[in-house]
T-cell receptor, first 115, second 113 residues
């Protein structure tokens, strides 16, 4: 089955530590995205990548880093510089459908908690 | 500056009645709009979309209406079912391919049996 896999589902991190969230897709999509969800805040864009070896900052990129070495993979590192890392993180990918719009497919999310 | 706004954080509807979720946008470049449904601790799932060349798109119990002059869209669910209880996100993009979706803050729908 094609889809997006995020791992782990739950992640605990001590303050001051970096942590990497995994995102893999087998949909052959070119573009991948990381969003963060906080209560009452909706989905906010952290980083996105439209092609391998290239990525752009989203609205809330500070304290995060990404890489896109393979089409299938777009890992997100939450660094110690991120002030409020506890959140639900969602990875997505898109293909361009015939009408020209972009329908995003999402993974199941990773709940990161700083302890 | 919020480009996509869902001004109602929550909505409660009786089972069998119509649910109407609203969304406003400010960026006139947006020309493709989507609705997503999200359960707690899960990723959003795509529900229905509409491009700016249309003013209505229907899929079973779900209909999305677009009023470009008012920069407003709405999702109608009829009849509402208890399984429809979830958070609904409105999203918008410029349909040039692979551009990031911009999401609203969501509306929590509760369908009461």
């Amino acid at each position: 089955d094609g889809g997006i896999t995020q791992s782990p589902k739950y992640l605990f991190r001590k303050e001051g530590q970096n942590v990497t969230l995994s995102c893999e897709q087998n949909l052959n999509h070119d573009a991948m995205y990381w969003y963060r969800q906080d209560p009452g805040q909706g989905l906010r864009l952290i980083y996105y990548s439209q092609i391998v070896n290239d990525f752009q900052k989203g609205d809330i990129a500070e304290g995060y880093s990404v890489s896109r070495e393979k089409k299938e993979s777009f890992p997100l590192t939450v660094t110690s510089a991120q002030k409020n890392p506890t959140a639900f993180y969602l990875c997505a990918s898109t293909s361009t459908i015939r009408t020209g719009g972009t329908e995003a497919f999402f993974g199941q999310g990773t709940r990161l908690t700083v302890v | 500056d919020q480009q996509v706004k869902q001004n109602s954080p929550s909505l409660s509807v009786q089972e069998g009645r119509i649910s109407i979720l609203n969304c406003d946008y400010t960026n006139s470049m947006f020309d493709y709009f989507l609705w997503y449904k999200k359960y707690p601790a899960e990723g959003p799932t795509f529900l229905i979309s509409i491009s700016s060349i249309k003013d209505k798109n229907e899929d079973g119990r779900f209909t999305v209406f677009l009023n470009k002059s008012a920069k407003h869209l709405s999702l109608h669910i009829v009849p509402s079912q208890p399984g429809d209880s979830a958070v609904y996100f409105c999203a918008a993009s410029v349909a040039s391919g692979n551009t990031p979706l911009v999401f609203g803050k969501g509306t929590r729908l509760s369908v009461i049996a």
